[in-house]
């Protein structure tokens, strides 16, 4: 397996573009499943999670291309209703078909999804939501047999946590359902709203997506569109981070800077300066960070969970206490182990990690257990003093698309060997 080589430290200039943006990509593809005829998605990244759900897609029956970021999906020709288990495995994601097969085939078989292990990832809100909308649901030895006999149908949803897949799933199922869906407290990410612009643009009657309250009537029929997937806010949010301990001056453009507005006051209470346009933004690092005093992790418009472990990075070498507080996982605090190997000091109990910044870190190898975990070791190990060496790269590979030669475009010291 290839592992990456940074070799630091080294300042990043210059400009980066961000890829369209794995969250809202994958529920696209699943969602164009719903439609009469060919959708087509641009901006769609390379990474491992496309792939595979473009070999769901295959598997249902779909006809799908891929032209560098364009993906063209003809949904016409499907024809099955089961995703074989090696699949549903890969990613969390392939739960979000769940909604769209059952929509169009009135029958799904499945079982439970993959994904960045962050400690327990039930799916019961999805299920008790389908369930409520006259879906049949059968747990029997891992897998779901689920069948609407009389079809899918519109109801009220209070969900007791602003799921985002769990919203995702209910806004696909209802598109085509008989009657209206409500659902309270639904998630408020971009991806929702993304998620709703392209099923509008198909014919949906979608209102509301980005609030607490999403409205849905369902409609006979969806056709296809053209649509162009938002930039990846996480992806953004590495770069700065990334920018941020090196002490760089660097532009993130292609990027809706409102969808990074929870992250930016962090990294200006570490002392970075902003200069912000309508679709990028340049960001100005001091040479030394200064410290962050809490980070919560929270739902959209909060602090993002998956923002948690590159920010964590970045603070390792900060000039003072910074506290981070997960309430989204149990367990995503796997990269604290390695940053301690680059010599951070870093304290965890329970939900909440204390970093004592240190005033140097140095190269070792390290290992990434889940994806934003990875993308922690990146960042530390460009201000790390030697070689870091990188392995578990799969996690990486499911989220950044060519991240080392982002990098090393940007003045990074960073091989795949
Ligand atoms: C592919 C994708 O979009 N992944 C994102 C999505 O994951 P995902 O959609 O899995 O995240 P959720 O918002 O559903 O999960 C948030 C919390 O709700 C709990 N929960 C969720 C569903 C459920 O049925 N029951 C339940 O208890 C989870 O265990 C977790 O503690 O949102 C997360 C939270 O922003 C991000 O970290 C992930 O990157
Ligand atoms: C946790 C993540 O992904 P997934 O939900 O696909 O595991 C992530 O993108 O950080």
């Known amino acids: 397996m290839s592992e990456l080589f940074i070799q ?114 039930p799916i019961d809100l999805h299920l008790l939501a389908l369930r409520k909308m006259g ?53 408020r990410e971009p991806e929702i709203w993304d998620l709703a612009d392209f099923l509008n643009s198909c014919g949906a009657k979608i209102y509301g997506a980005g609030e607490s309250t999403v409205v849905i009537e369902g409609v006979k029929s969806l ?29 993130v453009s292609q990027i809706i800077p409102e969808h990074i507005a929870p992250v930016i006051p962090i990294l200006e209470e570490c002392g970075c300066h902003f200069d912000i346009s309508k679709s990028s933004m340049k960001i100005t690092a001091p040479k030394r960070l200064g410290r962050v005093k809490s980070v919560r992790t929270m739902p959209y418009p909060g602090f993002p969970t998956d923002a948690q472990a590159p920010v964590m990075a970045m603070t390792t070498l900060s000039d003072g206490t ?39 870190l140095s190269g070792a190898p390290v290992e990434a257990a889940d994806l934003r975990g990875g993308a922690a070791l990146v960042v530390a190990g460009l201000a790390a003093q030697g070689v870091t060496q990188i392995s578990g790269l799969k996690h990486l590979d499911r989220g950044y698309e060519s991240l080392e030669k982002s990098l090393a475009s940007l003045g990074a010291d960073i091989k795949r060997i």
């Open 223 to 251: 056709s296809g569109c053209e649509h162009r997937v938002i930039p990846d806010r996480i992806a953004a949010s590495t770069f700065l981070a990334a920018a941020a301990i090196t002490g760089s001056t660097l532009t």
């Open 135 to 187: 879906v049949i649901i059968e747990e029997d030895h891992g897998c779901l047999k689920c069948s609407a006999p009389d079809g899918v149908k519109g109801t009220c949803i209070n969900l007791s946590f602003p799921s985002v897949g769990a919203t995702e799933n209910i806004m696909i199922a209802a598109s085509c359902a008989k009657g209206t869906t409500i659902i309270t407290n639904a998630a």
């Open 322 to 360: 910074s506290v981070f507080i997960e309430t989204i996982f149990e367990s995503r605090y796997k990269h604290v182990g390695e940053l301690l190997r680059l010599g951070a000091n870093i304290k965890v109990e329970g939900r909440v990690a204390i970093v004592e910044g240190v005033s140097r």
């Open 8 to 121: 630091g430290p080294n300042k990043l200039s210059g400009e980066i573009c961000i890829h369209g943006a794995k969250n809202s990509t994958l529920p696209l593809m699943a969602a164009s499943l719903l439609c009469d005829n060919e959708c087509i998605l641009h901006n769609c990244p390379v990474l491992s999670d496309v792939d595979t759900s473009l070999k769901i897609l295959r598997y249902l029956g779909c006809r799908v291309q891929r032209s560098g970021n364009d993906v063209a999906i003809d949904p016409s020709s499907a024809d099955q209703c089961k995703i074989p288990d090696s699949l549903m495995r890969e990613m969390r994601s392939s739960i979000i078909f769940l909604g769209a097969i059952v929509s169009r085939m009135g029958k799904a078989e499945l079982s439970f999804p993959g994904g960045c292990e962050l400690g327990p990832r």
